[in-house]
């Protein structure tokens, strides 16, 4: 570093950004790697409890108490201690982990709906980004130009750690969604190799051109395009083969596979690994093998165990002197500037696309930055100070308050501005039906008279051909595969009921279910098959709640609405009133089986039990055997 800047910087960041403070303290807890990792595991998770009991997104509890938990806090995650190569191999690692998880939910149709606007945004977009958060930070922050352009290439990444879990929560209309969820996971790698493109750009000095460089990147960008395909591709071949890969090794198998051949792409080309990473997820997403979902689910737990470790590692090593010499104007500054910058982007790369300007608006407005920006900020801000770059200890603090100020506003308000725009997903009016029984296609037209949106599925062609006459939306697919609930977008179904003639294989579609839909959107028919004895011996096949109470099975209402008669009816109430109300007001024997809420146009299945029915539309069955009559007590509704 050059005289006078480097006689202003404090010691502990003119020799890195993760040494110790200057003062010589004894350590208050032991500092040998296996312990900080467990700290900083202990700190994230509770940061995440703590963001999951506010509703908060969880990267802002991270930052706050990783930071708080570092050297220059309570000294508990002295992140200081450990071996830079060890920890740059750690951040490499979870980030990989991560990429590839979220890549898995990538759909390949979605992107051949909505490829043109997708593509421009990580490539011009990207660009535009890089260009003017250059400038921004050169003319707002004061930082010289070769700083401001490694962290324009930071910037560049919006991250799906921080986006993916804020569309689950500010629901967007579908389109929004699918192209954020791509914008995200594919922005993250060619941010990160631009940044590494950049950091040897300026290593090189005078020696340094452009048209090497760009071969430079499109080079590393092929390399991991390439390992990427062979690694999906082989994953796929393996889970194909149960002799080869059994059960309890798909996910360790897929793992292993996509962290081999990331690393052998970095070992050809560095930062290639981040391209490779994402590319195997979404090969092996549109390939689609057995046991898919196990992998997603098992990976997403990883996921959220690296997360805690990760942001809190990283936070830790940031000196929160550093961010206050930014300045709350230079923040606010820093943070417009950015907005405007993600305008201009989103208008460049959406022009002459179906984008609604109220569409394009909201996606000018939510580019948070999380977990891979950090981390490249950290390795390389870490390296350019060493290197003497002028302004290089203020590319992680910098980088910092950009995730805080973009999670905590863009976050918080995503859904406000979703309102006022008006590009919010409407109320969650599917409802899903497995099985094409008589009463699950019954129900499905009861369903669709009341305004709802009810999908059958089911793989039988015969009932599938019957269900179609009878004038029922038919999905042909197995209630089993994780692909046949992301092509019918499960996001927008407000409740799901299992009700094929197997308890088995409710219990199993059901589980399925509530990994997306939660627990209490999710309902299973018993079959009438031993019913009673699997629910008195606990078995796993009747583990989520049952629809309508025990008294129905789905065999005995087939027959019912088969040879006794019975009937599903629509009727509306404008007040609220209980089952047994309902039953004498209308002086029929009425058993209610979903509600749909005139408020919030919300469809929630009814139970045995409980509580007052809602204002609004009310679907039922009448005219049933006494054997099936219910007992005049109230309902509870089981919402989703």
């Excluded at 590839?100 to 990207?126: K, N």
């Excluded at 369903?447 to 179609?468: C, F, N, S, T």
Aim: aromatic share 6%.
């Amino acid at each position: 570093m050059r005289g006078g800047e480097a006689s202003r910087c404090p010691r502990a960041v003119r020799d890195g950004m993760v040494r110790a403070p200057d003062r010589e303290e004894p350590p208050r807890v032991p500092t040998d790697p296996l312990t900080v990792m467990c700290l900083a595991l202990a700190v994230g998770l509770f940061a995440f409890l703590l963001a999951g009991r506010l509703g908060i997104p969880a990267i802002v509890p991270l930052l706050l108490f990783g930071m708080a938990s570092g050297p220059w806090g309570l000294g508990l995650v002295r992140v200081d201690t450990l071996a830079q190569p060890l920890l740059r191999s750690t951040v490499l690692g979870a980030v990989l982990v991560i990429l590839f998880e979220g890549s898995l939910s990538l759909r390949i149709d979605a992107f051949r709906r909505h490829g043109g606007p997708i593509t421009r945004l990580v490539t011009v977009g990207a660009l535009i980004t890089w260009v003017g958060a250059t400038l921004v930070c050169h003319h707002v922050l004061g930082l010289a130009w070769r700083t401001s352009l490694v962290i324009g290439a930071v910037l560049i990444v919006t991250g799906p750690t921080v986006v993916i879990p804020l569309l689950r929560s500010v629901r967007p209309n579908a389109r929004l969604r699918e192209v954020l969820r791509w914008e995200g996971i594919l922005i993250d790698p060619i941010g990160a190799i631009a940044a590494i493109v950049t950091f040897e750009f300026i290593i090189a000095g005078e020696a340094a051109s452009f048209g090497p460089a760009l071969l430079d990147y499109l080079g590393r960008s092929a390399v991991g395009l390439v390992a990427g395909a062979i690694g999906g591709v082989l994953i796929d071949r393996g889970l194909r083969r149960s002799a080869l890969v059994s059960r309890e090794l798909a996910t360790p198998f897929a793992l292993g596979v996509m962290l081999l051949t990331s690393v052998l792409a970095e070992s050809v080309a560095h930062e290639s690994s981040l391209f490779a990473a994402p590319v195997a997820g979404v090969v092996l997403a549109a390939l689609a093998p057995p046991r898919l979902h196990e992998i997603e689910r098992f990976n997403g737990e990883v996921t959220t165990i690296l997360l805690a470790v990760l942001f809190t590692l990283l936070a830790a090593s940031v000196d929160p002197a550093s961010l206050r010499a930014i300045g709350w104007r230079g923040a606010l500054g820093l943070l417009l500037g950015l907005q405007l910058v993600r305008l201009v982007s989103v208008v460049a790369s959406t022009a002459g696309t179906s984008l609604t300007w109220r569409e394009r608006l909201f996606l000018a407005w939510l580019a948070p930055r999380g977990i891979v920006a950090a981390s490249v900020a950290s390795i390389f801000g870490t390296e350019l100070v060493r290197f003497g770059l002028p302004g290089a200890e203020r590319i992680v603090p910098v980088t910092f308050v950009v995730i805080l100020g973009t999670v905590i506003i863009q976050g918080l308000l995503a859904r406000r501005v979703g309102q006022w725009l008006g590009v919010l997903a409407p109320p969650q009016r599917g409802v899903v039906i497995a099985g094409a029984t008589p009463f699950g296609v019954a129900l499905a037209k009861a369903l669709q008279r009341a305004g709802l949106e009810p999908v059958v599925v089911d793989r039988d062609p015969r009932k599938i051909a019957w269900a179609e006459r009878e004038g029922v939306v038919v999905y042909e697919g197995d209630v089993l595969s994780p692909a046949t609930y992301a092509d019918i977008d499960l996001e927008n179904t407000g409740v799901y009921l299992a009700a094929t003639t197997s308890d088995k294989v409710n219990g199993l579609a059901a589980q399925l279910a509530r990994e997306i839909l939660g627990e209490k959107a999710v309902m299973q028919l018993p079959s009438g098959q031993h019913t009673f004895d699997l629910l008195q011996s606990g078995s796993a096949a009747m583990r989520s709640p049952l629809a309508f109470g025990e008294r129905f099975t789905l065999t005995a209402l087939d027959d019912a609405l088969l040879r006794g008669g019975a009937e599903i009816t629509v009727r509306e109430i404008d007040r609220p009133m209980t089952a047994g109300a309902l039953r004498a007001s209308q002086r029929t024997d009425f058993r209610p089986l979903v509600v749909i809420d005139a408020r919030t146009g919300r469809p929630a299945f009814v139970r045995s039990r409980g509580v007052t029915l809602p204002p609004g539309k009310v679907i039922g069955v009448e005219k049933l055997p006494p054997s099936l009559l219910p007992d005049d007590h109230e309902c509870e509704l089981a919402e989703s």
